[in-house]
Nanobody
Framework: QVQLVESGGGLVQAGGSLRLSCAAS????????MGWFRQAPGKEREFVAA????????YYADSVKGRFTISRDNAKNTVYLQMNSMKPEDTDVYYC??????????????????WGQGTQVTVSS
């Protein structure tokens, strides 16, 4: 059974930083691209960042480009999201996801078939 467990969320002031972690188990983690998404109540899930299986390629939403960094450690089966220069509009529940197919780099949530439970991130102004 595949499990993704996020951690690292919390409350931070505008301009501050947080690092989210997502620990994976139950599949060969290193074969699959990983992504981070976020969602506010009543809104659609929004793409944040994605990383290829090797970590050699990354892709970001325009809203976070230059502020957020996605990375992975395949030896630890963990993907990270470093969030800097945070803004109140970054407030959301953040989810990590594992791609449904090996290789590739995806921004659509339909390309991911395993999801974590989410971690709340709140940025105060």
């Amino acid at each position: 059974q595949v499990q993704l467990v996020e951690s690292g969320g919390g409350l931070v002031q505008a301009g501050g930083s947080l690092r989210l972690s997502c620990a994976a188990s139950g599949r060969t983690f290193s074969l699959y691209p990983m992504g981070w998404f976020r969602q506010a109540p009543g809104k659609e899930r929004e793409f944040v960042a994605a990383i290829s299986w090797s970590g050699g390629s990354t892709y970001y939403a325009d809203s976070v480009k230059g502020r957020f960094t996605i990375s992975r450690d395949n030896a630890k089966n963990t993907v990270y999201l470093q969030m800097n220069s945070m803004k109140p509009e970054d407030t959301d529940v953040y989810y990590c996801a594992s791609g449904s197919r090996p290789n590739g780099l995806y921004y659509s949530p339909t390309e991911y078939n395993y999801w974590g439970q989410g971690t709340q991130v709140t940025v105060s102004s």
